[in-house]
């Protein structure tokens, strides 16, 4: 049976094993890592899943924001990731189960926008499609048919022409 619960600091080593084990150890130089440098990850989202009382999965989130192109205000965003489970696990649900429950909490915390990269056969299990997202920038590379997207609120976000931007400047400078 999958149990989830929030992550906690205790829980870093055995996050940081689960990851090197099932996303490897070049996973930090993604574009999507450039988003975390600097940054917390939204703690209210962070899970843990634990079978058998062992950590097999983890998610995060990642505040970062939207600017359209050519606009000064920015939309906040949220970046799903790392979603990662033991490889001894895949195919259990343990993923699947993490965003679901993640999801609805961001939902029901007032989150919008819920961006990643990935595959899309297993996330739009979940909802994500990649719909209004090929023009959507991310600073680096990224193969554009994997960047994704799921409207948590029902808004007509249409297409997403404009750039996914950090919020560490934000943190830094306290803005």
Not at 24 to 33: F, L, S, V
Not at 111 to 119: A, E, Y
């Amino acid at each position: 049976m999958i149990k989830l619960r929030p992550a906690l600091e205790s829980d870093q080593p055995d996050i940081e094993a689960l990851l090197h084990k099932a996303l490897g150890p070049d996973r930090q130089t993604k574009t999507a890592y450039k988003f975390r440098d600097g940054v917390p990850p939204v703690a209210e989202l962070g899970r843990v899943a634990l079978v058998d009382g062992q950590l097999r999965g983890t998610i995060s989130y990642w505040p970062v924001r939207f600017r359209k192109l050519g606009a000064q205000k920015t939309v906040p965003v949220l970046l799903l990731g790392p979603l990662a489970v033991d490889p001894d696990h895949r195919g259990e649900g343990v993923g699947i189960e993490l965003m679901v429950k993640t999801l609805e909490v961001a939902r029901q915390l007032g989150h919008r926008l819920v961006i990643l990269v990935g595959d899309l056969e297993y996330y739009e299990r979940v909802g994500f499609h990649r719909d209004g997202t090929a023009k959507l920038r991310l600073p680096g590379p990224v193969d554009q048919d994997r960047v994704l997207m799921i409207n948590l609120q029902g808004e007509d976000f249409g297409t997403l022409d404009g750039k996914l931007e950090s919020i560490r400047d934000e943190l830094e400078h306290g803005t």
